[in-house]
């Protein structure tokens, strides 16, 4: 798959990941047939599954509102609810902004949205390297939407394989987060400088 290509499945996979409002749902025909462009993958496969299932607002809530292992903010995984989940949130934002972007929206950096669309439309490179950083967490919300049995597991799915295979370690830590989750740690935490927490996002 070239640049160009992985760039068009990261950001398909940003929009479909996107909560359905009507804004999000105007952009399904031109993601349709972006993706429709695509050579035969896997990742064009689970896109296209999940577009020809779709979403609504009200599965949207229940899967990723209610499941707090559904979870798409990527340093949840890593850092759970303690401190370092700031410094992590303050040095992702460092790192767009080193890319030329201001991470200015009303969630978190660590979004997985806000992710993808870094790497789709900022920085490719970089934006791959930080989805595998976080590939343990990536694998657990893959794992854990399949669970559920909703569409929301096919864009996630997309994403995981335009990375290479977990690496030992990566599977070490997905296993330890499978056994314990997260790190908790509420005192002391606050992410407002960061991004607007949105209602029903672990914290």
């Known amino acids: 798959m070239t640049p160009e ?27 349709r047939a972006a993706v429709s462009a695509l050579p035969e993958s896997v ?30 903010y990527l340093t949840w995984w890593s850092d759970g609810e303690t401190r370092r989940r700031g410094s992590s949130l303050a040095a992702l934002k460092a790192r767009y902004r080193a890319a030329g972007v201001e991470f200015t929206g009303t969630e978190l950096p660590d979004y997985l949205p806000a992710v993808l669309e870094y790497a789709a439309t900022a920085d490719l490179t970089d934006g791959l390297g930080l989805l595998q950083e976080h590939r343990a967490g990536l694998e657990l919300l893959r794992l854990a939407l399949l669970e559920a049995g909703t569409p929301y597991a096919a864009p996630v799915q997309a994403v995981c394989a335009l990375l290479p295979g977990p690496s030992p370690e990566d599977v070490a830590a997905a296993k330890a987060l499978a056994r314990g989750g997260p790190p908790r740690e509420q ?14 996002a672990p914290r």
Do not use: M, N, W
């Not at 896109?47 to 599965?59: I, V």
């Not at 005192?187 to 029903?200: E, H, K, N, R, Y």
């Open 43 to 72: 990742s064009r496969d689970h896109l296209q599954s999940f577009l020809a299932a779709g979403g609504d607002a009200e599965h949207y809530v229940k899967v990723f509102d209610t499941r707090r292992r559904c979870c798409l």
């Open 187 to 200: 005192v002391g935490l606050d992410l407002a400088p960061f991004g607007t927490i949105p209602a029903g």
């Open 5 to 31: 290509q992985t760039r068009v499945v990261l950001q398909a996979a940003s929009l479909c990941l996107q909560y359905p409002d009507d804004a999000q749902r105007a952009t399904l025909p031109t993601v």
